[in-house]
């Protein structure tokens, strides 16, 4: 019975072959994994703190760039304020300052000015009673632009309009055979051949016309004030013949009005056509 007790001790203290070794109380293996255990949950918090700072540090980078590029956008804002609201060149020696006369843009953007004398200022004109051409027509073929119904025709300072031919309706045949038996006289014909129009009053007496429109631009109307380059209309042939047969006649006349008269008045075309270059701020070409 003694050496019984003695082979059981022995059994229990060796164990089974098939045992697992944590299975032993207080085993090394049991003593590794709860030290690994311990290490990845203090290594855990530091980890995430690593991480939420690096995020921080990107984050105030981003911002840092974003602050940058806002204070870069308002600072190119202010050059081009600046740049707008500096005070114009000062005029050259023999160009008188404020003159009411300087300061205008082609009403066609890029167009030239015609050398062609028909279509200059003291133009001869037969066909009409008074026989003179009192602005500068703009066509396609002679004004280095493209002119047809759908070119902007542009204000050409600011000014407020004093007429806009809204409810204009063309002429027709029975009108052009009553302004040929009237010989072409009188102020009031005249107006009806420049047919469609919008003048703009300037101020000190300078007004622009804008004569023989297709359309006036939405918001175009007599008191309302226009800015420099603002669209006001359309070139056409409104007041001409060629509104009602199958020729063309679609361009721009326009005029620089100094009280009861014209620019260039009393000039021979050529010398008209240098004050509309003057007028422009153009050299001559």
């Known amino acids: 019975m003694f050496v019984a007790a003695a082979v059981v001790a022995v059994v229990q203290a060796t164990g089974s072959d098939d045992a697992p ?45 974003a ?7 308002q600072e ?23 003159d009411p006369l300087r300061g205008f843009i082609v009403p066609i953007a890029d167009a030239c000015i015609s050398r062609h004398e028909g279509h200059l200022p003291g133009a001869n004109r ?4 008074d026989g003179i051409h009192e602005g500068l027509d703009f066509y ?35 009108d052009w055979a ?5 010989n072409w006289a009188g102020e009031e014909i005249l107006d009806e051949l420049r047919g469609r129009q919008v003048y703009i009053d300037h101020g000190r007496g300078v007004v622009t016309r804008y004569a ?10 007599v008191g309302a004030r226009v800015q420099q380059g603002q669209l006001i209309g359309f070139p056409g042939e ?5 509104v009602y047969t199958d020729e063309n006649d679609i361009h721009l006349h326009f005029e620089i009005r100094v009280g009861d008269s014209w620019l260039g008045q009393g000039q021979s075309p050529q010398q008209a056509r240098q004050l509309y270059l003057q007028a422009f701020g153009l050299a001559d070409d």
Do not use: M
Not at 126 to 129: C, D, P
Not at 157 to 174: F, H, N
Not at 238 to 242: K, L, M, P
């Open 21 to 65: 070794a944590q299975a032993a109380p207080g085993g090394g293996a049991n003593l590794i994994v709860e030290q690994q255990a311990t290490e990845q949950e203090q290594s855990q918090p530091q980890a995430a703190a690593q991480a939420s700072a690096q995020t921080d540090e990107q984050q105030r980078t981003v911002g840092a760039s």
């Open 67 to 73: 602050d940058q590029a806002q204070a870069q956008a």
């Open 76 to 98: 190119q804002a202010r050059a081009v304020q600046q740049e707008q609201a500096a005070p114009p060149s000062q005029p050259a020696a023999d160009e008188p300052a404020d």
């Open 126 to 129: 037969a066909y009409r009673n």
């Open 140 to 174: 396609e073929w002679a004004s280095c632009a493209v002119i047809d119904e759908f070119t902007p025709i542009l204000a050409a300072k600011d000014g407020l309009v004093i007429r806009a031919d809204l409810d204009y309706v063309d002429i027709t045949p029975a």
């Open 178 to 182: 009553r302004f040929e038996a009237a």
């Open 212 to 221: 023989h429109l297709s359309a006036i631009a939405q918001g175009v109307a």
């Open 238 to 242: 409104s007041g001409q013949r060629e």
